[in-house]
């Protein structure tokens, strides 16, 4: 196995931009010359991520879903929405989607995002049961229902909703408690074997769940799977990014403030580093990936080469102000070092060659924000998210 290195309790984190250690970024083009030549070097660098930091899904035997409750429709926000509850399995879980759609849509555009504390904190409804798995942060991890409708504001859904769009969300515990268990729970109790060193953390596994959705959602007719746009927040954009990089039939992808181990450059060490996000969340990548702990350099990767896989499809970055924890800086740097593979396939990449002032996004196929305030998901988040989809999945301007 691979020793666990244990960062000192006293080591602060960095914030200081001149205390960076001096750091070469390895090229995602390295090789090559043509557009024709990325797909091999994309499987390269896709495997690369796989095998050394998410880790790779050990086996396609329980990709399999199945409907345990197709479930029944009913009209919400006056009725131009509909929500709809199916429950489908995987692995043995029961995964509990929410989907709000547009009433009598037919083939629409949708927003796919894991929420972290159930479908009962999204909207303030009494048909939507409480999650009875574990929950993070709450009294004995029980779902309570003083908390229906808490998470609101972080989900646009009337603003999805007017502009044609679907959401989709699932509780991310649904599929794997994002707590440290030995891989018994969530979906990892039907694998027989616990991950090895290049097998997957609870992040690759969540990301999984995300394909096994959209697999699903390929039944639904009011949505069209070729439009989804896979969305998440912190640990849950690390784990979009993961979804939209395996998953090339995710045709827009988004992270809100990812930070370390998803859109920002882990050899700037700023914030949160390799070898902290691995020591407080050690179930989060592969055990591989502690080779990196306090040795960033020796990845063969970095962030900005996660961002390129999107590449042609669109990708929207974002970060806020106060979020220092996740390096708005790296975020920016990790989009615009992307850009290159972007204009090699022929696309913009991101405009903006500076850091963009704070609420002025920037948008190619490559998008970027950093806005005011701290660490969550806002109005103005989804402002940009619904522009940039409008754009590239509905050809609007
Ligand atoms: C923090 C963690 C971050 C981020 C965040 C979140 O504790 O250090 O990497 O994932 O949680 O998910 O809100």
């Known amino acids: 196995g691979v020793a666990h290195i244990a960062i000192a309790q006293d080591a602060k984190p960095n914030y200081d931009e001149s205390k960076i250690p001096a750091y070469t970024l390895p090229d995602p083009l390295a090789g090559i010359e043509s557009a024709a030549q990325w797909p091999a070097r994309r499987k390269q660098i896709l495997e690369q991520f796989a095998a050394e930091m998410f880790g790779k899904v050990p086996t396609d035997k329980f990709n399999a879903i199945s409907v345990k409750d197709a479930g029944t429709r009913k009209q919400v926000l006056g009725g131009k929405a509909t929500m709809w509850q199916p429950v489908i399995t995987l692995a043995g879980r029961d995964l509990n989607l929410l989907v709000v759609m547009p009433t009598d849509s037919q083939q629409a555009p949708a927003f796919l995002a894991y929420n972290f504390h159930g479908n009962h904190t999204v909207l303030d409804d009494a048909d939507i049961p409480l999650t009875k798995n574990w929950v993070r942060s709450k009294p004995d991890n029980r779902a309570r229902e003083e908390d229906r409708g808490s998470a609101a504001s972080r989900w646009a859904v009337e603003k999805i909703i007017d502009n044609g769009f679907a959401l989709v969300t699932l509780y991310y515990g649904d599929v794997d408690p994002d707590v440290d268990d030995g891989f018994e729970n969530g979906v990892h109790a039907a694998f027989p074997d616990k991950p090895a060193a290049d097998q997957w953390g609870s992040i690759a596994t969540w990301a999984w769940g995300l394909s096994r959705v959209l697999d699903f959602l390929g039944t639904v007719p009011e949505i069209d799977e070729t439009r989804v746009a896979v969305m998440g927040h912190s640990r849950l954009g690390k784990t979009s990014l993961w979804a939209g990089a395996n998953d090339e039939r995710f045709a827009l992808v988004i992270s809100n403030n990812s930070g370390c181990g998803g859109a920002a450059i882990s050899r700037r060490r700023i914030g ?126």
């Open 272 to 397: 949160e580093s390799v070898a902290r996000i691995n020591t407080s969340f050690p179930h989060w990548f592969c055990d591989n990936f502690l080779k990196y702990n306090d040795n960033e350099s020796q990845l063969p990767f970095d962030q900005h080469m996660l961002i390129a896989l999107m590449a042609p499809r669109p990708v929207y970055v974002a970060s806020a102000v106060e979020d220092t924890w996740a390096d708005p800086r790296g975020e920016f740097l990790a989009a615009k070092h992307a850009t290159p593979v972007y204009e090699l396939l022929g696309r913009e990449g991101l405009p903006a060659d500076e850091m963009p002032a704070v609420d002025e996004p920037s948008q190619g196929s490559i998008g970027y924000h950093i806005r005011s305030g701290g660490h969550s998901v806002t109005e103005f988040d989804w402002t940009q998210y619904i522009k940039f989809a409008k754009r590239h999945l509905m050809n609007e301007q």
